[in-house]
């Protein structure tokens, strides 16, 4: 059974930094692409940031300079830094996984980050 959940969420101040965590279990890891999504309220679900089997990142233009992805595949989980935080950071952060080879997909429960001004 796919389980992807998210740690790290809670109440930061603006220009303040948080840590997620995603750890995967019941699939084979380092073979998915995993990737950060966010929905705020009333908003669509938006990509924050990708990364590759093999490590390449990619991020959306809101976040770009100030948000960092990164895997370890040993502990099979998956991380977003997120530095110099605003109040429109604010949103639930779902962890998302993509089978390269079945294209299956699967969704964490999100954790909420809150940004305070």
């Known amino acids: 059974q796919v389980q992807l959940v998210e740690s790290g969420g809670g109440l930061v101040q603006a220009g303040g930094s948080r840590r997620l965590s995603c750890a995967a279990s019941?699939?084979?890891?380092?073979?998915?692409?995993m990737a950060w999504y966010r929905q705020a309220p009333g908003k669509q679900r938006e990509l924050v940031a990708t990364?590759?089997?093999?490590?390449?990142?990619n991020y959306g233009d809101s976040v770009k300079g100030r948000f960092t992805i990164s895997r370890d595949n040993a502990k099979n989980t998956v991380y977003l830094q997120m530095n110099s935080l605003k109040p429109e950071d604010t949103a639930v952060y779902y962890c998302?996984?993509?089978?390269?080879?079945?294209?299956?997909?699967?969704w964490g429960q999100g954790t909420q980050v809150t940004v305070s001004s």
């Open positions: 998302n996984r993509r089978n390269v080879l079945t294209k299956v997909q699967s």
């Open positions: 990364i590759t089997t093999a490590g390449v990142a």
């Open positions: 019941g699939v084979i890891f380092s073979i998915d692409v």
